[in-house]
């Protein structure tokens, strides 16, 4: 039986990809420079990511929680600040206002897409103060930034945006995640559109200052002066920077291969769209999502969890990211916060394969077992 596995990281790290990423490794270990922020394929990872993110600066960290950490840490967020986050992300955008000392508020989120929603942020607004909000560019689609900003920015609400599943997202008007004002952070887990063999982070900024305060963040507060601000550890190092430099050479194609993957779903899946089994949220962002997944809405909990049963059986693994939304975490349970619409989606969503090795049956399989599903209950 065909398998089609939620990622392929076999596949991925094929034989040319390991002859290159060895030969790299060998010379890193000749040169004796492992975890220096300033090595080779550190410098040269920062200046390609800046720029194909239309960004000024690339801080190259140890991982995606991090990045979000210094980014609020730089804008002054710190204990008992209230920030605003959307019931539907990764629990690590909850985690990095939690390891400030500050507050995480849970906005709501558009039923559809589970972006975080304006309308709910404005009703917040009117009953609490926040200091900052993180919208999520969730699964890979662009969050609605212009919408945000017009709420947060003559009210000095800072805006922090968490791209950890957004390389190559496009906001309006051709503009990449983090050409815009906002400090906006990367991951390079495994699992992302570019991953490491294992941790890295970035922040992208336009600001000298900012970019020049978390250099010296991330290496224990140091300068050419000596130590300047109670820092941390949170340099990438060296081999993890030469994985992801290389996984740049490949990024374009990738990135177009999981736009086919979607392209293809969407065409085949046309029919459970139409009488109503299931909905996909990122149908309209074809051009602008990353791709980063592939979420579905089933009509119910119940169907959801008895598709996923029976596309596994046919060899086909999903993912149910995220099956919780924020105020329904045990963290975060007695917080603040709109949970309507996050709630019915994290009930609802189930997330089909879509990476960059998948190949055309197996997109078909996938689809063909969808409809095959919806026949026979
Ligand atoms: C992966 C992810 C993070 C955290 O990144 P790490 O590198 O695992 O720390 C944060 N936010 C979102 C939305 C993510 O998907």
Redesign the pocket.
């Known amino acids: 039986m065909m398998q089609v596995p939620f990622y392929n990281f076999t596949k991925l790290h094929n034989q040319e990809f390991q002859d290159e990423i060895l030969k790299r490794f060998s010379m890193i270990i000749q040169e004796n420079s492992y975890s220096n922020p300033d090595a080779y394929y550190n410098k040269n990872f920062e200046q390609q990511f800046a720029e194909m993110q239309k960004a000024k600066h690339c801080v190259l960290v140890a ?4 990045a ?1 950490e210094l980014s609020l840490e730089v804008l002054g967020i710190g204990p008992g600040d209230r920030v605003g986050i959307p019931g539907i ?2 629990y ?2 909850a985690e990095a206002v939690l390891n400030r000392g500050a507050i995480p508020v849970m906005i709501d989120v558009n039923p559809k897409t589970g972006l975080i929603s304006p309308e709910s942020l404005n009703r917040i607004l009117k009953k609490v103060y926040l200091k900052a909000i993180i919208p ?1 560019h ?1 699964y890979g689609m662009p969050a609605p930034i212009d919408e945000l900003e017009s709420i947060c920015n003559h009210r000095n609400i800072k805006i922090v945006e ?1 791209g ?2 957004a390389h190559g997202t496009i906001l309006s008007d051709d503009h990449p995640v983090g050409s815009g004002q906002n400090l906006t952070t990367f ?3 495994p699992t ?1 559109n570019i991953g490491a063999f294992g ?3 970035a922040i992208l900024t336009q600001d000298d200052e900012i970019a020049k305060k978390i250099i010296s963040l991330r290496n224990h507060g140091r300068s050419a002066k000596g130590i300047e601000f109670f820092g941390r550890n949170s340099r990438c190092d060296h081999m993890q920077a030469a994985v992801i430099h290389l996984k740049l050479q490949y990024f374009s194609e990738h990135n177009k291969r999981r736009r086919e993957v979607a392209q293809a779903y969407i065409k085949e899946l046309q029919s459970e769209t139409t009488n109503g089994n299931i909905s996909i949220p990122a149908e309209n962002f074809i051009n602008t999502s990353s791709w980063h997944l592939f979420p579905t809405l089933v009509k119910n909990k119940e169907t959801k969890l008895s598709l996923k049963s029976f596309l596994e059986q046919k060899g086909i693994s999903t993912s149910l990211f995220y099956e919780r939304s924020m105020l329904e975490e045990k963290p975060l349970k007695d917080m603040q916060g709109e949970n309507t619409h996050a709630g019915l989606f994290a009930e609802r969503v189930l997330c089909l394969p879509i990476h960059p090795c998948l190949l055309d049956q197996e997109i078909e399989l996938v689809a063909s077992s969808v409809k095959n599903f919806f026949k026979t209950i």
């Open positions: 991982n995606g929680t991090d979000l992300t990764f690590a955008t999520v969730i968490d950890a599943q991951s390079f887990y992302k941790d890295a982070g």
